[in-house]
């Protein structure tokens, strides 16, 4: 089984399962946005292309069997096994039915949120707020108490109808410590939590239970640290969830009474994560995911051990930075926070971000920037010397801004 020291050596055990990317000959610091897949990847998409051939309209059967692995996968990953686990092409599709079955349509019920939240979350609720929807946003650094700061909001009298709230914040990689008290008191206010696991997964162990929160609603997707490439968007459900009709819903959620009669006056509902599935959709994304997450169980990549590397890689790029010495006013890191508060990726503040972007690009390392923040997010499949070698590229950008 594969160990920290053989992923921190160089050349990475990893590494010649991700030849087709050549992750040994280029320093990919885009772990936290898109991750290398591994090159049994391409073994599911192949496959897939192979029972459509084979199968014709019967390869929906089989497309199924990889959904469901996908689902179990999922559940193990969240400590859920046998949990509800609905998929949909990403994480705003699911989270727009989860939103649409709150009853907001009806007035008076606010949704209480972060201004830390991704984008496709962000953009959604702006829209709503200007159809009239209550949207409050607390503000999320820091970090720390934000659970906390969250909770106090139920408590002043008005009406909630969910909290929606990151476990790792995508810009700054903080993790949100204590959702689980937040659970305890949406459960006692009777108000639906969503938490975003999608900087989460992977860096971050989220065992459901024994944080608290298996009456959370829990969404994300593989697009980043799960190396499962596009299209791979899941919804875990709490085991309440039956009470919830998504007012957008797609005819795969009565898939399974297709032949029945359908009255009119109330649309029928599929059991369990059923009634938020969607409509006709290309299963190759499932096929891949599958094949990916079986060579995460073959190579020992569990939560404990991947969670072990991306602490130990952000240890690396930490030291490597603070040996730079560089001009805080140039670029800088947040030192008050713990590495154990931190998620799968180096957060360093700078003015010049879009610039060093540009800069670390030209010197062969790919990361990327939000705002006045430039992101290092390391990988599995990176070396420590690789990533010692792209914070020496980064001091030589730096030193070519500030003169």
């Known amino acids: 089984m594969t160990t920290l020291d053989d992923l921190a050596s160089t050349p990475n ?59 179990a996968a999922v559940g193990r990953l969240l400590g859920d096994p046998g949990g509800q686990v609905a998929l949909g092409a990403n994480t705003h599709e ?8 709150l009853g907001l349509q009806a007035g008076g019920r606010r949704l209480v949120t972060t201004d830390g939240e991704f984008h496709s979350l962000r953009r959604q609720l702006d829209r709503l707020a200007e159809e009239g929807v209550d949207v409050v ?10 659970a906390e700061r969250l909770a106090a909001t139920l408590g002043d009298g008005r009406a ?31 108000v639906e939590l969503l938490v975003d696991a999608y900087h989460a997964l992977g860096p971050v162990p989220l065992p459901l239970g024994a944080l608290g929160l298996s009456d959370a609603w829990v969404v994300g997707g593989g697009y980043k640290y799960l190396q499962l490439g596009e299209g791979n968007g ?27 009669e359908h009255p009119t006056g109330r649309v029928q509902y ?73 998620g799968g990726f180096l957060a360093l503040r700078t003015p010049h971000a879009p610039r060093l972007e540009q800069e670390l690009a030209r ?26 070698a792209a914070i020496a590229a980064l001091g030589e950008a730096v030193a070519a801004i500030a003169g």
Request: net charge negative; hydrophobic share 45%.
């Open 13 to 71: 055990a990893l590494a010649p399962h991700y030849s087709r990317f050549r992750v040994a000959e280029r320093l990919l610091l885009t772990g936290h946005s898109h991750q290398a897949w591994p090159d049994v990847a391409r073994e599911g998409q192949l496959e897939a292309f192979d029972d459509a051939a084979e199968a014709v309209d019967g390869k929906w059967d089989r497309a199924a069997a990889k959904a469901d692995e996908l689902r």
């Open 94 to 101: 699911l989270v727009v039915r989860f939103l649409s079955g």
């Open 137 to 146: 946003r607390v503000t999320a650094e820091p970090a720390g108490t934000l």
């Open 160 to 190: 909630t109808a969910a909290v929606l709230v990151s476990a790792v914040l995508f810009e700054s990689a903080r993790v949100v410590p204590d959702l689980g008290g937040l659970a305890d008191v949406c459960r006692r206010h009777e």
């Open 234 to 260: 899941f919804l875990r459900l709490p085991p309440h969830a039956g009470w919830m009709r998504p007012v957008v819903t797609g005819w795969f959620a009565e898939f399974a009474d297709l032949a029945g």
């Open 270 to 342: 599929g059991e369990g994560a059923a009634r938020f599935a969607g409509a006709t959709y290309d299963p190759t994304s499932h096929y891949r995911a599958a094949r990916v997450l079986r060579f995460f169980d073959d190579s020992g990549l569990t939560p404990a051990l991947l969670h072990q590397s991306y602490q130990h890689q952000l240890d690396v790029l930490i030291r490597a930075f603070d040996e730079l010495d560089a001009p805080e006013a140039v670029i800088a890191r947040d030192r008050t926070v713990r590495l154990a508060d931190l």
């Open 363 to 388: 010197r062969g390392v790919l990361c990327d920037h939000r705002g006045q923040v430039l992101r290092l997010g390391p990988a599995p499949y990176l070396a420590d010397a690789q990533l010692e």
